[in-house]
């Protein structure tokens, strides 16, 4: 079966850091723009971050810019989100998926090889 596995999650205090990583399974993921979306609780599910497949374009959805870094590593099929000075309202499922589109607005359109999410919690 062709999807992610996402790792990293935990509970941390704000102001900390994580490192979420996602594996492609079952495919390479070098040929694919790689999008990090997160769903919190009650709340739709939302695009934060996308990476072209040669990693010369990065997006960021403006309440995690200059906080979370995505990255790619194509020999390790994985790709990374460094997030930093984490805050309350980051808590979220966290799930990458491959994208076709690279801008935020349109980044769920056609996204696929959705993983099971690895759960963030903020929290003091």
């Known amino acids: 079966q062709e999807q992610f596995v996402e790792s990293g999650g935990g509970l941390v205090q704000p102001g900390e850091s994580l490192r979420l990583s996602c594996v492609a399974s079952?495919?390479?993921?070098?040929?694919?723009?790689i999008g990090w979306f997160r769903q919190a609780p009650g709340k739709e599910r939302e695009g934060v971050s996308t990476?072209?497949?040669?990693?010369?374009?990065?997006t960021y959805t403006d309440s995690v810019k200059g906080r979370f870094t995505i990255s790619r590593d194509n020999a390790k099929n994985t790709v990374y989100l460094q997030m930093n000075s984490l805050q309350p309202e980051d808590t979220a499922v966290y799930y990458c998926?491959?994208?076709?589109?690279?801008?935020?607005?349109?980044?769920?359109?056609?996204?696929?090889?959705w993983g099971q999410g690895t759960q963030v919690t903020v929290s003091s």
């Open positions: 079952g495919f390479s993921l070098r040929y694919y723009g």
């Open positions: 998926a491959t994208v076709a589109f690279y801008s935020i607005e349109e980044m769920s359109d056609g996204a696929g090889h």
């Open positions: 990476i072209s497949s040669r990693d010369e374009i990065t």
